[in-house]
Structure formats: structure tokens, C-alpha cells
């Protein structure tokens, strides 16, 4: 199976089989580049200076990783850049999208890195069972659609993506600690 863990900071894609990890790649473009770059848009476009707490609930409010048939918008201060005086402006979901473009296509890139990477016989088990996303940046809008349609493969949002890998490394610890109590007992 395939997963893409898109953190803060980096998004790391694996590829997994019985035997343990079969591929695996990280990049650093995760929801702090997300948010960037949103900041860097505002900037750009409208010339208005936003901190990065502003730009994480623009992200969260509405970003998008795929053109939706629904525009959403959100009401944003910040200070303009040429007068040094706040300023109250609207931004809109497309305008999220087209200033997330790049490092959403560093993502894509990845995963399909780990595809090319992949054996063929884990290829078609991929193909079929699909890609697991996980991390923060799981929870952006239509991120999954947006993986889906540039490989192909079905993409399945992890069952609370913000803890799921903490409480597996978890699992395993206590796995580890059950089965080397078992061993010391057999001594």
C-alpha cells in the first residue's frame, strides 16, 4: 500500500509491503508552504501584508486543491504595503487555488516519484487498494480529488489524519514492549 503523510513541514510518501518499507521519498512542502504561499499571493496581488495565523484560516476557510463548482470567499485585514494602514479585503477560493499551485504540484510530483519507484506487483495492489493520505495537510479541500486525477489511483483520507500516525507508531511501541516482556519471561 501507498502512503502520503503531508505534515507542516514535509510530506513523505512510502510504499509499504509485508516486508516493510519498499520506497520511500520526502519533500519539504507541507502546510507551512501552503500557507507561504498564500501570504506571498496576498502580497503579490493585492499588496497587503497578512501574517501567517491569517493565512492558515484563509487555508482552512477556504482552500482548495481542485476547481469546485462552489466559489467560496473570506473577508481579510491586513496592512497595505505602500501606506502602512490597515486594509479589509475579500479573497475567493480560485484565488486560493491558483496561489497553492506550486507547491501542490510538488506534492503530485512526489507521489508520482513513489509510482515509477514502485515494484509492479505492489504497482497493482496500489492501483486497487489505493493511496492513504494522512498529516494536516490531508484536510485540505479536494486534495484527494486533485491526487486522483493526476495518477489515477483512488485516494482514501486517514480516520482523523492529524493523530492517526502518532497513535500507530503508538500500536507498535506497545508491541514492541509485549513482546520483549514475552521474551524476557522465556529467559
Do not use: W
Amino acid at each position: 500500500s501507498m502512503v502520503l503523510d503531508i505534515g507542516g513541514g514535509t510530506s513523505e510518501v512510502a510504499v509499504i509491503s509485508l516486508n516493510g518499507i519498499v520506497y520511500s521519498s520526502s519533500v519539504r512542502i507541507g502546510g507551512d508552504k501552503f500557507d507561504d504561499a498564500i501570504i506571498g499571493y496576498v502580497r503579490r496581488n493585492y499588496g497587503v501584508l497578512i501574517g501567517e495565523a491569517t493565512a492558515e484560516r484563509i487555508k482552512h476557510e477556504i482552500g482548495t486543491a481542485y476547481p469546485g463548482k462552489e466559489l467560496l470567499e473570506i473577508e481579510v485585514k491586513g496592512r497595505n504595503l505602500s501606506e502602512g494602514v490597515p486594509r479589509s479585503f475579500t479573497l475567493n477560493s480560485n484565488e486560493i487555488l491558483e496561489s497553492l499551485q506550486e507547491p501542490l504540484f510538488g506534492i503530485v510530483s512526489v507521489v508520482k516519484g513513489a509510482l515509477e519507484q514502485t515494484p509492479p506487483e505492489l504497482g497493482a495492489d496500489i492501483a486497487e487498494r489505493g493511496i492513504v493520505m494522512t498529516g494536516g495537510g490531508a484536510l485540505l479541500r479536494d486534495l484527494d480529488r486533485l491526487i486522483m486525477e493526476e495518477t489515477g489511483i483512488p485516494v482514501v483520507i486517514a480516520e482523523d489524519p492529524l493523530t492517526c500516525v502518532a497513535r500507530g507508531g503508538g500500536r507498535v511501541l506497545e508491541m514492541i514492549d509485549s513482546k520483549r516482556a514475552s521474551f524476557l519471561a522465556m529467559e
